[in-house]
């Protein structure tokens, strides 16, 4: 009889093992799936990725504008060239004796309707 024990001890030490083997797969596969397909999981990390580089991006290239204002900024405030030119551009304003000329654009013919 104490073989019969022994083997069903064994039998039942067995079944456990393979149940535990199991549970731990199964665990850690979800596991897996969550820490790749999650709510933080590795998709989401490197869509996070592609959004900051292209944020960096998209703050290097408006620094550059800003630096390229900040400069014109400088230029209307002290530099008399630029000053003049842009009261000649916007203003249309002309020295004493010089005659300023307009050349409007041809205007566009429209087409008669199809009847």
């Known amino acids: 009889m104490s073989e019969k024990i022994k083997s069903g001890r064994e039998k039942l030490y067995r079944v456990r093992h393979k149940l535990a083997a199991t549970g731990i797969g199964i ?3 979800v596991i897996g799936y969550y820490a790749v397909f999650g709510a933080n999981g590795l ?3 490197q869509q ?3 959004e900051s580089r292209e944020l960096d991006r998209q ?3 408006l620094q550059q504008q800003n630096g ?3 400069q014109e900024i400088k230029a209307l405030k002290n ?3 630029t000053i003049e030119k842009e009261a000649r551009e916007r203003f249309r304003y ?3 004796g010089e005659v300023v000329y307009t050349v409007s654009p041809p205007a566009v013919a429209q087409q008669p309707e199809k009847k």
């Open 79 to 81: 530099d008399p060239k």
């Open 59 to 61: 703050i290097k290239a």
């Open 43 to 45: 998709m989401d990390y």
């Open 94 to 96: 002309a020295r004493p």
């Open 48 to 50: 996070k990725r592609r």
């Open 27 to 29: 665990l850690l596969c």
């Open 68 to 70: 390229g204002m900040e």
